[in-house]
């Protein structure tokens, strides 16, 4: 027996959602009773919409019982009908109670789940693409490109026999530790709230967040990938930097709050560490005149890491919501529910 249905609506607001896959999502959730609407959040914000077709859009947040959503978008519009929100991002931390104590979601009863495991495989590649880049020496020759200079042969290093510190051993974590391997790497350590093995033959070490300082030192390279949680807020300092290897390099994919980015700056500014490759910032994005876009030995992106930039990425969310709709039709457990009291 399914779980007890308000209204049969699903919402759907997703970022770059192709034509064809919108057909499919649509095509999908029909067959298994469900009627489907995408709200489009670029409509909504623009004056060529009436006021009828936006309160028509509201009318059908308001009627829904499932929303599909990016970053918690259109969530706060839904009602008491509302039981399943699905989010395409794997960090819910918009989902948290603000300060004084109010969220975005309508009802406590909500179940969320979020899209982990749909991150890994474009997460991964851009994890190897920063190292290399760093390792490789990029910078040297793309300003060497710039002046028309045939530039120097520098000193390199490689993923091939590299030691790994992975601070965060989920989906991509864990999805860019078997591509280390497969490249050569030596060993790979991973470091979690538990300290658990969940794959077995990815990690030759597990240890939990209590031991970071004491296992960091090893590492050639640091890989975080971390949720932004309380407990993992300002994780790394300047105690955990000043215990890596002057040598290594950090690479933050998870949550900039994990970070505390003024003694990282210090860190690569005193050559405590060789260098550092950031998707992700305290704050975004970046401010102009933030010191780590310009230094030679930080590689900044803008977030762009996921973000759903990748084509398969988007079939992996389809395919998971899907699924997940289906199980939610039969009143089976969820993939990827959320607990909001852990934070993942």
């Known amino acids: 027996m399914g779980y007890q249905y308000t209204t049969g609506k699903v919402a759907a607001s997703v970022t770059f959602l192709e034509p064809d896959l919108r057909e499919e999502l649509k ?23 009436s006021v009828r077709e936006k309160e028509e859009q509201l009318e059908w947040l308001r009627d829904s019982e499932i929303i599909l959503t990016s970053r918690g978008r259109f969530v706060d519009q839904t009602s008491q009908n509302l039981r399943w929100a699905a989010d395409t991002y794997a960090g819910i931390d918009v989902y948290f109670p603000r300060e004084d104590g109010s969220s975005i979601m309508p009802h406590s009863g909500v179940m969320l789940t979020n899209s982990s495991g749909a991150y890994g495989p474009t997460i991964s590649e851009h994890i190897i693409m920063v190292l290399l ?30 030691d790994f510190v992975v601070l965060g051993t989920g989906n991509i974590g864990t999805t860019f530790a078997k591509k280390a391997k497969a490249l ?19 990690y030759d070490e597990m240890h939990t967040f209590r031991e970071l300082k004491d296992v960091i030192g090893q590492g050639d390279a640091v890989v975080m990938s971390l949720p932004g949680t309380e407990e993992t807020a300002g994780m790394v300092d300047s105690t955990i930097l000043s215990a890596m290897k002057d040598s290594a390099v950090l690479v933050n994919v998870g949550r900039g709050s994990s970070v505390v980015q003024k003694d990282l700056v210090e860190a690569l500014e005193k050559g405590r560490i060789w260098g550092a490759a950031l998707d992700v910032m305290e704050n975004e994005p970046l401010p102009e005149d933030d010191p780590l876009w310009t230094m030679k030995n930080c590689i900044v992106t803008p977030h762009v890491a996921g973000n759903m930039t990748l ?19 039969k009143g089976e457990k969820l993939d990827h529910l959320i607990d909001l009291g852990l934070g993942y």
């Open 27 to 49: 095509k999908k959730a029909e067959d298994m009773g469900y009627a489907i609407r995408f709200i489009d959040r670029h409509l909504m914000d623009r004056d060529e919409i």
């Open 133 to 162: 880049m760093l390792w490789r020496r990029q910078w040297d020759y793309n300003r060497c490109q710039q002046e028309h200079s045939w530039g120097p042969r520098v000193e390199m290093k490689s993923i091939m026999g590299s």
């Open 184 to 202: 050569g790497a030596g060993r790979i350590m991973g470091v979690s709230r538990s300290g658990k093995e969940r794959c077995p033959g990815v």
């Open 311 to 329: 084509r398969y990425t988007r079939e992996l969310i389809i395919g998971q919501f899907c699924r997940n709709l289906d199980h939610y039709r």
